[in-house]
Every structure is written in structure tokens, then in C-alpha cells.
């Protein structure tokens, strides 16, 4: 084997494993964060039992800010922040008692969670 054909293995071996790191990490955080939103879902409509809520959002919010912690270094970091900024408001909502603005903190979530669900859809953006 010639040296232009080894440097031309190499390099296609690189890109290859680049490539196959981007998609794996892709998968990945599109899997965490389509368990993020059946959390967000799944949680109740009413502020009925205030304590069990308190325990499902904390643990929403914790789950959320681990997958953020190696998210920002490929999302946008606004859009993490707002749905860092909706957990923090569905947290507030529930310690208040507010109904009201429960839901729309929950559904604001929902939303900031799809939100980067679509932005971590692998693309040829993400792999640049």
C-alpha cells in the first residue's frame, strides 16, 4: 500500500468514526429527551395531590438539568434556557397551589421540550 492510500484510509476511517459518534450521540439525546416529554406528560392535570406533583417536577427538573449539563455543547443554549426557565416555573406553580398557572407552566414545558427534541434531530448541521 502506497503512503497517499494509507493517509486516504485514515482519513476516511476518521470521518467515518466522526460520523457514526455524531449519529450515536444523536440517537441518544433524542431518546433522554423523548423521556423528558412522556415525564412532562405524564404529569397530573390538577394540583389535587400538591406533594406527589412536587416530587414528579423535582425529578423532572433534576433529569432535565442532567441531560442539559451535555446538551448546551449542542443545542442552542437559548432554547435549553427557556425550558430550564418552564421547569423552574412548573416548580414555582406547584409550591404556590396556582392551578392555572400549572398548566400553562406544564405545557410551556411540553413545548420547550419539543423544541429541542426537533433541534437534536440529526442533520448536517449537527454533524458540522
Known amino acids: 500500500?502506497?503512503?497517499?492510500?494509507?493517509?486516504?484510509?485514515?482519513?476516511?476511517?476518521?470521518?467515518l468514526l466522526i460520523l457514526s459518534s455524531c449519529t450515536l450521540l444523536s440517537f441518544y439525546y433524542k431518546k433522554e429527551l423523548g423521556e423528558l416529554q412522556t415525564?412532562?406528560?405524564?404529569?397530573?392535570?390538577?394540583?389535587?395531590?400538591?406533594?406527589?406533583?412536587?416530587?414528579?417536577?423535582?425529578?423532572?427538573?433534576?433529569?432535565?438539568?442532567?441531560?442539559?449539563?451535555?446538551?448546551?455543547?449542542?443545542i442552542n443554549y437559548d432554547q435549553l434556557n427557556s425550558a430550564y426557565l418552564a421547569a423552574a416555573t412548573l416548580k414555582r406553580a406547584v409550591l404556590q397551589g396556582d392551578e392555572r398557572e400549572y398548566a400553562r407552566?406544564?405545557?410551556?414545558?411540553?413545548?420547550?421540550i419539543g423544541t429541542l427534541l426537533r433541534f437534536e434531530a440529526f442533520s448536517l448541521k449537527t454533524l458540522i
Open 105 to 112: 407552566a406544564a405545557v410551556c414545558l411540553d413545548e420547550a
Open 39 to 74: 415525564l412532562c406528560r405524564a404529569l397530573p392535570p390538577d394540583l389535587s395531590d400538591q406533594e406527589q406533583v412536587y416530587r414528579e417536577v423535582v425529578f423532572l427538573e433534576d433529569n432535565l438539568k442532567k441531560a442539559g449539563t451535555s446538551l448546551a455543547f449542542f
Open 1 to 15: 500500500m502506497s503512503y497517499f492510500q494509507k493517509q486516504l484510509l485514515c482519513c476516511t476511517l476518521s470521518l
